[in-house]
């Protein structure tokens, strides 16, 4: 009988070990089976997700830290599919509020794909419109109402401007895709733009991963002075209305280091509604008018014929010149701008009554190789290097081009035949107010990352003339302007500039009619602390710098002072001695 | 006498029931030892699953609270902007100055001071560089830790 049990019990422990055996047998097989590997995948494809993480887009502040361009929330309204229960009253109440119809929403929340777990309504929502929202949801959840059961938000942050058409022009804006356009959002998308990370989330708070670093994108400090910018902006603005000019740009910039004040250009637009951008510009380079496009400047680049002249020592201050009204250069006769004749004039005379035909005399006596190798030192057909997307190089035709012609070296010497940008003469001309130094215009000032601030240093362009031909030019110019040009003039102040009027080349030559005006001007004399250029298209009220852009330049230079502190001569002499 | 004694004690340690308690006794060792594991293996997960959850929400707060900042500060910059701040100015019965109503007063040892924006230079990104392990870690790792270290005291 014991035997018996014996036996029985062995046959049941072999059933066991059997069994036993045959489920490791299955579960080995299982596992390296060509489905356990699919399996596997499967299961580490919904063990977690890859997660993108964006950096928060770096601010603009000007340089007293005014913020120009920052962040602000927005939310995604979406609905989640699988706990919707009414799409009827969810289509009706979403259009209501966001603006849709009951068909479009509808048609999201009906016509979606069955594998569809969630779908987007409306993206780039207000706060105040999902406020509104979400309280009337939880009303709704308050009541078991079911209605909004499934609507769900995404918060997330997206591009404003707070001054909004305050310096538009400068600051060029970004797109939904978070890519900068125009101006200082694109020069330095990649800084502001910082570095997303895509990192692997698992769903298992076991493996709950490091949070993954993901710097803000670099801050940036600009040059502008946000008050002096609006002010500018401003006087812009009237001005194109006082002499009915087309568009216009000014520029104020620091000579002694390139730091560009403010820079005002028309049109400008509501940055945070950058789809009217097709409705203003016609293309790319009117975006910016003072660094992208390129024109002919006239009288004011007589300024720059003149400090050549002095510095290679064709012509001195005392030189007198007899004008006769007319000079033939490579056989075509050149005129004054009235056609008449001035008779003896010195060089101050010259540039005082902006004689044609005196410059166009000084730049046959320079010669063709020393006249231009002095206007490639001053720039003229380069970039001048600013950190803005977009900039034109205008032209400078030379010996050799095959559209150059011995005229061009009279003509070009009082502006007619070479195109610069507004910001080019201006930087060429900084040479004279900054002791013969030329500046690289600039918009940063500084960069703050990771609680660091970096500030830029200024950087010159060369010095194409002396720092003697530039005083002398400096004190040329602010008695011409006294004698010449009063209406640019500003009382307490010794300024230095010149006016520029310039008629618009067409197909058929020159169009009488219609001209370009600009003025170069900086102050005070004896220490530029600040540089004006002023260009306005085709003003009708009168067709003459001294009449249009000369008082702008005043208007401008008694903003200046104002902001940025800068006393009366006077005044300031007696702050120095003490 | 003694040798009797000697036979009670043997027969004592040879005798049946108490072998088959020596075995359940040990086995029983072993179903503790194991249950004890167990029960610390399962603290210690469950204790980095809430820690790995609270890390999570953490990490959405501090999103959330960036992107408050971040919108508060162009609130802010909205409210102070230009156009508003003429506006507010014009309301309060100011008007702009002109040059002639300045005053310039010297001030010894005073120095045009030059743009600082440091306050903006504030980091306010979140940095966690490196998870401490008792998050991370299982009770294996841990005690091969300790072994490794001989049992000193992690810091």
Redesign the interface.
Known sequence: MRQQYAVRSLIIVACFVLVGLGVIVQMIRIQNSEAAMIFLLQGDRYAGEFQMFYPERGEIYDRNGHLLAGNRTVYEVGVSLSEMENPDSMSYILGTYLGLTYDEVYKKLTGSPESWEYIVIQDYVGAETVAALQQLLQQLEDADDPRLSGLAFKPHLQRSYPEKDLASNVLGFVTRDGRGYFGIEEKYNDLLAGHPVQIWVPRDPNKASEIPRVPNGTTLVLTLNRDLQAKVETILDQALVDYGAQNGTILVMDPRNGDILAMAATPRMDLNNYGNYFSLYDNGSQYNRAIGMAYEPGSVFKVLTMAAALDVGTVRPETTFIDTGSIQVGGITIQNWNRESWGQQNMVGCLQHSLNVCLAWISSEMGVQSFYSYMERFGLGHATGIDLAGEAIGRLKVPGDGDWYPVDLGTNAFGQGVSVTPLQMLTAVSAIANDGRMVTPHMLYAMLRDGHQYNVPSQYAGSPISAETAHTLNDMLAISLEQESSLALLPGYRLAGKTGTAQIPTDYGYDVSRTNVSFVGWGPVDDPQFMVYIWLQTPTTSIWSSETAAPVFSQVAEQTVIVLNIPPDVVRGQLISK | MQGQATQIIHAYKQAPWRVQRQWIGAFLLIVIGGAMIAALYLDV?AR??????E??EL?LEIT?I???N??L??????L????AM?QRAAALGYRP????E?D?V?V?GFF?PE?????????????????PTE??QSLLEWFDERIELGGARVP
């Open positions: 997960t980095a699953a809430v820690a790995g959850r890390i999570q990490r959330r960036q992107r408050e971040a919108d500060e162009t609130q802010l910059a909205d102070t902007s230009t156009a003429r100055v002109k040059p002639g300045l310039y010297a010894p045009k743009p600082d924006i440091l306050l903006a230079a504030e980091d306010r990104t979140p940095r966690v560089e490196t998870q998050y991370t």
